[in-house]
């Protein structure tokens, strides 16, 4: 009994400095204003590196001059492209996130056959590179051309951009707050719509994000299936004529494109608190029975494996087996196997350190600063490679030319292409992490830095990982800025398809297809892995 006694009082000392702790915590909140300054510092410099292809082509717009711009931009093969992206965007995301929340929702709130292989097969798409997808479908279906083609494309290839976020959100919803819905007499459509939907706002706003800026930069899924966009239009632009004018004002229409998406994702977003202190219900969200309806349910993740991972294998396989062992030449499959793993790895660190000082600002101190830092972060993400090398190209060519065609410039490449993936898994973990923590332990004696470090940074480390996961997996499909960037000899996996493909040799290109698979399965599931630990599974 004494013990007890003593177990208690130590309990409520302990509950009391929290407490205390927590009630000075605003005093201790304003000792972090002075992070915040070297934060922004940081983020601003990643910005300004950011805006580097903007600077580009607003150079080239003075240079043209305001009259041949003018002609450039307003014409009707410029309507064109616009009505073209718009009605891509508009098809796609929607279906997107009807696909991937229904997905989410079947294996992780129901008591579907198989749950676990279907979340798994729900994510294993990213594996399979956007131009894998439609080299697939092209050689299934020689005559797949056009927006619906694209579209149907499109949402195979980037849906798992919205399922993966959106399975995370709700495996970590307090299942109390549908029990006190239903309670007061929703029924379970109501129950979803008012009190499930609107806590999935954040994970559906970032990954509709991702999907829309992926629409906007995508180039060879897009020419395989001859639907002309902006990306597709920049690139033939900058082929027929080296540093053309009209292809940048094509970059420059396409960057007011991704900062007018950017503006729609903060207005749909809001500034709603997404964290709470402490794990609610310990308890798992009760499986509802599908009863009759399991066969119907079951349909669409069947369907959905046999679209997105059936056909590319069946098409891979096929074209393997037409060329046999003499398509396997190790030691240029081997080669570029290797390049790609270097540059995955590396991109893939330095592109989410880069992303970690804005993802925080943007969560803990949003303001009009922050919100057009973060737009920095997230526009660049929208242009294609080929617009982002080329202003590369020109300024070391110009300024510093030792840095010209170097590990260093590519780099720097794919750090400023895959921000906003980066951005995007930091983002959501760092915002639910209760700010409370951090001010408890700026009060106990931590400085800032440390309360961030140790706290922060410690809950938002599963989504560190996936965004290093999803730049990566980006970097082993980059195609047009490691054509262009990348030192002589250098040959990637999707280079050395790409270029098979261009020649019609699809039999050449399948190991390097293949080959891309093997290398983002491991990537694929390390991200499918995350989501699971972020919910404590």
């Known amino acids: 009994m004494k013990g007890s006694h003593v177990l208690l009082q130590k309990n409520s000392h302990a509950g009391s400095a929290l407490q205390a702790a927590i009630a000075r915590a605003p005093q201790a909140a304003l000792r972090a204003r002075l992070p915040h300054a070297s934060l922004i510092a940081i983020a601003s410099v990643v910005s300004l590196l950011s805006l580097v292809p903007l600077g580009?082509?607003?150079?080239?717009?003075?240079?043209t001059g305001w009259t041949e711009v003018i002609a450039l931009v307003f014409r009707g093969r410029v309507a064109d492209l616009l009505i073209n992206t718009a009605l891509l965007e508009i098809c796609t995301i929607p279906l997107?996130?009807?696909?991937?929340?229904?997905?989410?929702?079947?294996?992780?709130?129901?008591?579907?056959?198989?749950?676990?292989?279907?979340?798994?097969?729900?994510?294993?798409?990213?594996?399979?590179?956007?131009?894998?997808?439609?080299?697939?479908?092209?050689?299934?279906?020689?005559?797949?051309?056009?927006?619906?083609?694209?579209?149907?494309?499109?949402?195979?290839?980037?849906?798992?951009?919205?399922?993966?976020?959106?399975?995370?959100?709700?495996?970590?919803?307090?299942?109390?707050?549908?029990?006190?819905?239903?309670?007061?007499?929703?029924?379970?459509?109501?129950?979803?719509?008012?009190?499930?939907?609107?806590?999935l706002r954040l994970a559906i706003c970032s990954g509709s994000l991702l999907v829309g800026l992926h629409l906007?930069?995508?180039?060879?899924?897009?020419?395989?299936?001859?639907?002309?966009?902006?990306?597709?239009?920049?690139?033939?632009?900058?082929?027929?004529?080296?540093?053309?004018?009209?292809?940048?004002?094509?970059?420059?229409?396409?960057?007011?494109?991704?900062?007018?998406?950017?503006?729609?994702?903060?207005?749909?977003?809001?500034?709603?608190?997404?964290a709470r202190v402490g794990s609610g219900a310990a308890r798992p969200a009760d499986r509802r029975r599908l009863g009759s309806?399991?066969?119907?349910?079951?349909?669409?993740?069947?369907?959905?494996?046999?679209?997105?991972?059936?056909?590319?294998?069946?098409?891979?396989?096929?074209?393997?087996?037409?060329?046999g062992a003499d398509t396997w030449r190790m030691e240029t499959v081997g080669s570029a196997f290797f390049q790609t793993i270097v540059l995955a790895v590396a991109g893939g660190m330095l592109a989410?350190?880069?992303?970690?000082?804005?993802?925080?600002?943007?969560?803990?101190?949003?303001?009009?600063?922050?919100?057009?830092?973060?737009?920095?972060?997230?526009?660049?993400?929208?242009?294609?490679?080929?617009?982002?090398?080329?202003?590369?190209?020109?300024?070391?060519?110009?300024?510093?030319?030792?840095?010209?065609?170097?590990?260093?410039?590519?780099?720097?490449a794919y750090v400023l292409l895959f921000l906003p993936r980066a951005m995007v898994g930091l983002r959501s973990s760092i915002a639910q992490a209760p700010v409370e923590l951090e001010r408890a332990a700026m009060a106990l004696g931590r400085t800032p830095g440390q309360a961030v470090r140790q706290i922060t940074m410690r809950l938002a480390a599963p989504g560190a990982a996936a965004s290093m996961a999803l730049v990566a997996l980006g970097i082993?499909?980059?195609?047009?800025?490691?054509?262009?960037?990348?030192?002589?000899?250098?040959?990637?996996?999707?280079?050395?398809?790409?270029?098979?493909?261009?020649?019609i040799d699809y039999v050449s290109a399948a190991p390097y297809a293949f080959m891309m698979v093997v290398l983002s399965l491991p990537l694929t599931l390390l991200l499918y892995v995350q989501s699971k630990r972020t919910a404590g599974q």
């Open 56 to 63: 580009f082509i607003i150079w080239i717009t003075i240079q």
């Open 96 to 199: 997107c996130i009807l696909v991937a929340v229904s997905l989410a929702w079947l294996t992780e709130r129901t008591d579907i056959p198989g749950a676990r292989l279907w979340s798994w097969l729900a994510v294993a798409p990213l594996a399979v590179p956007a131009f894998v997808h439609s080299y697939a479908w092209v050689s299934l279906v020689p005559g797949l051309r056009g927006l619906w083609s694209g579209v149907l494309v499109s949402v195979l290839a980037y849906y798992p951009f919205l399922y993966l976020p959106v399975a995370a959100a709700l495996r970590r919803l307090d299942p109390a707050i549908e029990d006190a819905a239903a309670s007061l007499g929703l029924g379970p459509w109501r129950v979803f719509f008012r009190s499930v939907l609107p806590q």
């Open 216 to 274: 906007l930069s995508e180039y060879g899924l897009f020419v395989m299936i001859r639907f002309d966009t902006f990306a597709t239009a920049i690139v033939d632009q900058f082929q027929s004529a080296y540093n053309s004018p009209a292809a940048n004002m094509l970059g420059g229409v396409l960057v007011l494109c991704c900062l007018l998406l950017l503006g729609l994702e903060i207005l749909v977003r809001g500034n709603e608190r997404y």
């Open 293 to 323: 309806m399991t066969l119907p349910c079951i349909a669409l993740p069947i369907v959905t494996a046999v679209l997105t991972l059936g056909v590319p294998f069946v098409t891979l396989a096929r074209w393997l087996a037409i060329g």
């Open 352 to 412: 989410t350190i880069a992303a970690a000082p804005m993802a925080w600002l943007s969560v803990r101190a949003p303001g009009r600063l922050q919100r057009v830092l973060e737009a920095c972060h997230y526009y660049v993400g929208s242009l294609p490679g080929v617009v982002v090398a080329l202003a590369l190209v020109s300024i070391t060519v110009k300024l510093i030319l030792p840095l010209y065609q170097t590990f260093a410039t590519l780099l720097l």
């Open 476 to 503: 082993t499909n980059e195609l047009t800025a490691t054509l262009m960037l990348s030192p002589n000899g250098t040959d990637t996996l999707s280079t050395k398809f790409w270029s098979l493909t261009s020649e």
